[in-house]
């Protein structure tokens, strides 16, 4: 056995379904890459990342090429991988493309199964356009398949290169499988026998297991055996993170989601999955994500999509540039739109000078977009001296509900809302706030309060998961009991403090600080390090 200490972590493959600015729909694209970079960065590290090709990727434009077969370098790779249903023997094929990127090798798995997909996870308004049975916001039927084809199509690909990864990192449920079939599958169990698998819970709410209830369809399409399938049964449905659990160290993405996940009843909302693994022996161990300062810079304007530069934090002593942004944004959004215009409902007609509140995010019941929605009414009723920004688009129902309030007659003129998603535009709506709402029902860790806080935009949270680092009246506001009411009555306590500059500029100061101290990924690099090297010792006893 090899001491702690003497261990060394030089190779380190991610499986993950989104990565950076390539492919994402949530927090996972963002911790996966900026992890990736700061490990690759450091030590000399080999870090490799596998992913789809999703339909909506040109991977040619985003500087990838065609994978060669490493044991005949005039053919391009291509191989098939197996992938069984219950009464049918079945296999499908899979190309490769590949870029290094930040001292990160990146390869894309190219399949049909992906290739017709246009969104990460689920179906978009124009898929649904085309085909009504694509239901727009819904989940792709053949998800299970998609992880499978990625799993396998991955572990193959390792092979197929000679590669040996020490730490084999699994994102999500999407790849949590990976550690029960390099443990229980003939053909892979020899090769992985000196690799280490981690799995990390980006989300463990009830609907984001990746759960299947067709036992003999998973029996058939993973070759697991059918003792691990059946020990992995939470509510009768055969669960990724259970199936992991007995070979894989178990992470999640702040200490205090691990501590609600195991130690209290806020389990509820995972289905109980962290207390069966507490019962299991399994504790999940809680690393808080990082964020990367340069990938949130507003200093730099034109690569941000920013009309003005400026920095949060104590040694800037100007933050013109700040309001150059907010009067950019509102010039955009000051008119009333076209009544064909199906991304932007609503307009904000007031002064730049006033305060402006924003919220950006999926809309979904996870992220509180009905109390968003309800606190909105209540806010924009006692008050005329703010005004709202809401850029996003997610459930149809939220989307309606929102649009309806944007559209009513009572708050014309202070909230806009934005049905559309991109990064720069997204950078625009960051840089122009002043406060950032976060009504999340739970949220393991969040990044979207670290985005704000660096482009100077004060976060209002419902201190629950990884929120609780919003330090309340420090570094932003925050409230307990997620209800319409308390989150309008947090907004009003917040807009109180939008006179007093000093004071604002003193908290901008501070959750800008407290990243650098205590949440940068150079910093939290080092704890998985930790980890990976403990996984390490662990496999050797």
Same mark, same amino acid.
């Given at each position: 056995?090899?001491?702690?200490?003497?261990?060394?972590?030089?190779?380190?493959?991610?499986?993950?379904?989104?990565?950076?600015?390539?492919?994402?729909?949530?927090?996972?694209?963002?911790?996966?890459?900026?992890?990736?970079?700061?490990?690759?960065?450091?030590?000399?590290?080999?870090?490799?990342?596998?992913?789809?090709?999703?339909?909506?990727?040109?991977?040619?434009?985003?500087?990838?090429?065609?994978?060669?077969?490493?044991?005949?370098?005039?053919?391009?790779?291509?191989?098939?991988?197996?992938?069984?249903?219950?009464?049918?023997?079945?296999?499908?094929?899979?190309?490769?493309?590949?870029?290094?990127?930040?001292?990160?090798?990146?390869?894309?798995?190219?399949?049909?199964?992906?290739?017709?997909?246009?969104?990460?996870?689920?179906?978009?308004?124009?898929?649904?356009?085309?085909?009504?049975?694509?239901?727009?916001?819904?989940?792709?039927?053949?998800?299970?398949?998609?992880?499978?084809?990625?799993?396998?199509?991955?572990?193959?690909?390792?092979?197929?290169?000679?590669?040996?990864?020490?730490?084999?990192?699994?994102?999500?449920? @999407?790849?949590?499988?990976?550690?029960?079939?390099?443990?229980?599958?003939?053909?892979?169990?020899?090769?992985?026998?000196?690799?280490?698998?981690?799995?990390?819970?980006?989300?463990?709410?009830?609907?984001?297991?990746?759960?299947?209830?067709?036992?003999?369809?998973?029996?058939?399409?993973?070759?697991?055996?059918?003792?691990?399938?059946?020990?992995?049964?939470?509510?009768?449905?055969?669960?990724?993170?259970?199936?992991?659990?007995?070979?894989?160290?178990?992470?999640?993405?702040?200490?205090?989601?691990?501590?609600?996940?195991?130690?209290?009843?806020?389990?509820?909302?995972?289905?109980?999955?962290?207390?069966?693994?507490?019962?299991?022996?399994?504790?999940?161990?809680?690393?808080?994500?990082?964020?990367?300062?340069?990938?949130?810079?507003?200093?730099?304007?034109?690569?941000?999509?920013?009309?003005?530069?400026?920095?949060?934090?104590?040694?800037?002593?100007?933050?013109?540039?700040?309001?150059?942004?907010?009067?950019?944004?509102?010039?955009?959004?000051?008119?009333?739109?076209?009544?064909?215009?199906?991304?932007?409902?609503?307009?904000?007609?007031?002064?730049?000078?006033?305060?402006?509140?924003?919220?950006?995010?999926?809309?979904?019941?996870?992220?509180?977009?009905?109390?968003?929605?309800?606190?909105?009414?209540?806010?924009?009723?006692?008050?005329?001296?703010?005004?709202?920004?809401?850029?996003?688009?997610?459930?149809?129902?939220?989307?309606?509900?929102?649009?309806?309030?944007?559209?009513?007659?009572?708050?014309?003129?202070?909230?806009?809302?934005?049905?559309?998603?991109?990064?720069?535009?997204?950078?625009?709506?960051?840089?122009?706030?002043?406060?950032?709402?976060?009504?999340?029902?739970?949220?393991?860790?969040?990044?979207?309060?670290?985005?704000?806080?660096?482009?100077?935009?004060?976060?209002?949270?419902?201190?629950?998961?990884?929120?609780?680092?919003?330090?309340?009246?420090?570094?932003?506001?925050?409230?307990?009991?997620?209800?319409?009411?308390?989150?309008?009555?947090?907004?009003?306590?917040?807009?109180?403090?939008?006179?007093?500059?000093?004071?604002?500029?003193?908290?901008?100061?501070?959750?800008?600080?407290?990243?650098?101290?205590? @949440?940068?990924?150079?910093?939290?690099?080092?704890?998985?390090?930790?980890?990976?090297?403990?996984?390490?010792?662990?496999?050797?006893?």
């Amino acid at each position: 056995m090899i001491a702690l200490e003497q261990q060394s972590i030089t190779s380190v493959w991610m499986f993950s379904r989104e990565y950076g600015r390539l492919a994402g729909a949530g927090g996972v694209k963002d911790v996966v890459s900026q992890l990736s970079k700061a490990l690759a960065r450091w030590n000399n590290r080999k870090v490799s990342v596998v992913l789809p090709c999703y339909g909506f990727m040109d991977p040619e434009e985003l500087g990838f090429s065609r994978l060669s077969d490493p044991l005949e370098p005039d053919r391009l790779l291509e191989f098939d991988v197996i992938m069984d249903y219950t009464d049918l023997e079945r296999r499908e094929r899979v190309g490769v493309w590949h870029r290094i990127q930040d001292r990160v090798q990146i390869y894309l798995l190219e399949a049909q199964r992906f290739l017709e997909k246009q969104g990460v996870y689920t179906y978009t308004r124009e898929e649904s356009q085309r085909e009504p049975w694509k239901i727009q916001g819904q989940g792709h039927l053949d998800y299970f398949a998609m992880n499978v084809l990625l799993q396998k199509g991955g572990l193959d690909l390792i092979m197929l290169l000679d590669d040996k990864p020490q730490i084999i990192h699994c994102h999500d449920g @999407h790849t949590a499988i990976v550690p029960a079939i390099i443990r229980e599958c003939g053909g892979y169990r020899n090769y992985y026998r000196n690799s280490s698998p981690v799995v990390t819970i980006h989300n463990a709410g009830v609907g984001y297991h990746q759960e299947v209830s067709d036992l003999p369809f998973v029996r058939a399409i993973t070759g697991l055996p059918w003792q691990v399938i059946n020990n992995s049964l939470l509510e009768h449905s055969f669960d990724p993170f259970l199936a992991a659990a007995p070979y894989a160290a178990i992470t999640t993405v702040s200490e205090n989601y691990a501590h609600e996940l195991q130690q209290t009843d806020e389990d509820y909302l995972t289905g109980w999955l962290g207390h069966r693994l507490l019962d299991g022996g399994v504790e999940i161990v809680g690393i808080t994500n990082g964020i990367d300062r340069e990938a949130f810079n507003p200093a730099d304007h034109e690569r941000m999509g920013l009309a003005a530069s400026f920095q949060v934090g104590s040694q800037a002593d100007d933050l013109s540039g700040k309001l150059a942004c907010k009067k950019s944004l509102l010039g955009q959004i000051c008119q009333p739109p076209d009544e064909q215009d199906e991304e932007r409902i609503g307009f904000i007609s007031q002064d730049p000078g006033r305060p402006l509140f924003t919220f950006i995010g999926r809309l979904s019941e996870q992220k509180g977009v009905d109390i968003l929605i309800e606190a909105l009414e209540l806010f924009l009723d006692d008050t005329v001296e703010a005004s709202v920004v809401c850029l996003g688009s997610g459930a149809e129902g939220l989307e309606q509900a929102l649009a309806a309030v944007a559209r009513d007659p009572r708050y014309r003129g202070r909230l806009c809302f934005l049905r559309t998603y991109n990064t720069k535009l997204a950078n625009q709506v960051y840089a122009a706030g002043d406060y950032f709402v976060i009504p999340s029902r739970y949220e393991p860790c969040g990044l979207t309060d670290y985005i704000a806080q660096l482009f100077g935009n004060l976060p209002i949270v419902h201190h629950i998961g990884g929120l609780v680092k919003v330090v309340d009246g420090a570094t932003g506001f925050a409230y307990l009991d997620n209800s319409p009411e308390n989150l309008s009555k947090t907004m009003h306590r917040a807009l109180a403090t939008f006179e007093d500059k000093p004071l604002l500029r003193r908290m901008q100061s501070a959750a800008v600080e407290k990243i650098d101290r205590m @949440h940068t990924w150079k910093r939290v690099m080092q704890v998985y390090v930790q980890l990976y090297k403990q996984c390490r010792v662990d496999s050797s006893i």
